[in-house]
């Protein structure tokens, strides 16, 4: 597997003696080239100081990370500035220019790399039609609102096609369809481009929407990497199920798996020719496949099950038609989509 940054045994303490607070220790990490990598936990747990050594604006106590083959914490200040122009970053609070027009933004970096003014105009402008904002080029970043200035901050943040982008709380300052759209645009220049893209959240949502694979970081330390789809079914460590899983008011769980978006979801209906247990468990032995209970309204009589039952298909394409096609062969319960399932 091509990994396009690795993380080796890195510690990073800030301040010395009894003052000192470590905010990342032994942290290993391999992220894939192309991948949207997504890292959560609660406040303070480390993320920002993670993605900040990523780049090395925050240089580690101990171990190294590299970047697209080079090891940055073994390169001079001034290595140090050219490696960095293959990492864009965004971040919650946009941090544009308020001084320069929006295509001013945009421009700065190719402007930091000498390119002549009117080809970086054009680039420029090429940038602000990808984000959806060409006609707001000569507005000021006041002008715009909290999504507009994000789409700016991304243009400029992939202005010199970096190979890495690291967005730390890129959505944090904005509404829920606002945070969509930008999560949205995100994903597509990380098709378009091939960009590797690292998320910081404390939300799981934003990990949901985008993420391929994810990292829980909790008190300095990783305590759980997958794929979003298994973390998200079966967290394994106490942060992981608290960020993740439904909770009632009074905290307790509800035992409700969370639904994964773009999951498949279908009802299934008892008619009493079978109990539900046994279609859950022949789906996992004749088939290899495990489907999420997302509710049930079944009543056990005599053994044999009425009512429906709601099933979250797994993620992966294939073995969801398998699954969707093992029960609507069956002839005791009968099957159907739901389309747009929401939790
Ligand atoms: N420059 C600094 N000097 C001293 N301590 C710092 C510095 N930056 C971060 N810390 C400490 O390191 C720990 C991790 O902070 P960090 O900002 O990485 O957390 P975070 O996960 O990003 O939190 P949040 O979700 O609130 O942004 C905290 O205890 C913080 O106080
Ligand atoms: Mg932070």
Do not use: W
Not at 192 to 197: A, F, M, P, S
């Amino acid at each position: 597997m091509d990994d396009i940054i690795q993380i080796k045994d890195m510690t990073k303490t800030f301040g010395s003696g009894d003052g000192a607070i470590t905010a990342l220790r032994d942290i290993n990490l391999d992220i894939r080239r192309g991948e949207i990598f997504g890292i959560i936990g609660l406040s303070g747990a480390g993320k920002s100081t993670l993605v900040r050594c990523i780049n090395l604006l925050e240089r580690p106590t101990e171990g190294s990370v590299s970047v697209a083959g080079k090891t940055l914490t073994d390169l001079s200040e001034a290595e140090l500035r050219r490696a960095r122009q293959s990492i864009g970053m965004i971040f919650q609070s946009f941090n544009l220019l308020m001084q320069r027009t929006v295509l001013d933004n945009v421009c700065f970096p190719l402007e930091l790399q000498k390119m002549p003014k009117s080809q970086r105009q054009e680039r420029g402008m090429e940038l602000l039609r990808i984000v959806g904002l060409a006609d707001r080029a000569n507005a000021y970043p006041a002008q715009l609102s909290g999504g507009q200035k994000q789409r700016v901050a991304i243009a400029r943040a992939v202005a010199n096609n970096p190979q890495v982008l690291l967005c730390d709380e890129a959505t944090s300052a904005l509404d829920p369809n606002t945070t969509r759209s930008i999560l949205d645009l995100i994903r597509d220049i990380n098709r378009t481009t091939g960009v590797t893209v690292v998320v910081i959240t404390h939300e799981m949502k934003v990990i949901e929407q985008i993420c391929h694979r994810v990292a829980v970081i909790d008190k300095s330390q990783i305590v759980e990497l997958g794929d979003v789809s298994e973390v998200f079914t079966s967290p394994k460590s106490d942060i992981a199920r608290e960020l993740i899983l439904p909770r009632h008011e009074d905290g307790s769980e509800t035992g409700v798996i969370p639904q994964l978006v773009g999951t498949k979801v279908i009802r299934v209906v008892f008619n009493g020719g079978t109990a539900y247990e046994p279609l859950i468990a022949s789906l996992a032995i004749d088939c290899g496949i495990k489907v999420n209970i997302l509710g049930a309204d079944t009543r056990n009589i005599d053994g044999k099950a009425f009512g429906s039952m709601l099933l979250g298909l797994p993620h992966d394409p294939l073995q969801a038609a398998r699954a969707m096609a093992y029960i609507q062969d069956r002839q005791d319960v009968v099957a159907e989509e739901v389309p747009d399932y929401h939790a």
